[in-house]
C-alpha cells in the first residue's frame, strides 16, 4: 500500500475481480463496499470500518433517546402507575 502526501489510505479486503458482486455504501465512511461472500467485512468495506462501527457500539453511542419522566415522578414501570 502506497501512502501519498495529504492522502489517506486504508487497507480492503483483498478479493479478486471473479468473484464481483452487488456493491453497496459502507456504513462508515460512504466507500464503496463488496456485498459478497468474498468481503468478510460486509456491509463494511474494511475492518477498519467494521472496528469503528464495534467501537460505536460498544461506547452506547447508537442509543434510540427515550422521554425522562417527571422529577416528581415515583420510579418504577411507567406501565403500572395510574
Do not use: H
Not at 495529504?6 to 453497496?24: E, H, Q
Amino acid at each position: 500500500m502506497k501512502k501519498t502526501a495529504g492522502m489517506s489510505t486504508k487497507a480492503t479486503p483483498s478479493v479478486d475481480a471473479s468473484s464481483a458482486g452487488p456493491t453497496v455504501r459502507c456504513p462508515t465512511c460512504s466507500g464503496p463496499s463488496l456485498f459478497a461472500p468474498a468481503n468478510r467485512f460486509r456491509p463494511f468495506c474494511s475492518e477498519r470500518c467494521y472496528q469503528i462501527d464495534l467501537g460505536a457500539w460498544a461506547n452506547e453511542e447508537f442509543r434510540v433517546p427515550a422521554p425522562m419522566p417527571p422529577e416528581d415522578s415515583p420510579f418504577g414501570d411507567p406501565r403500572t402507575e395510574p
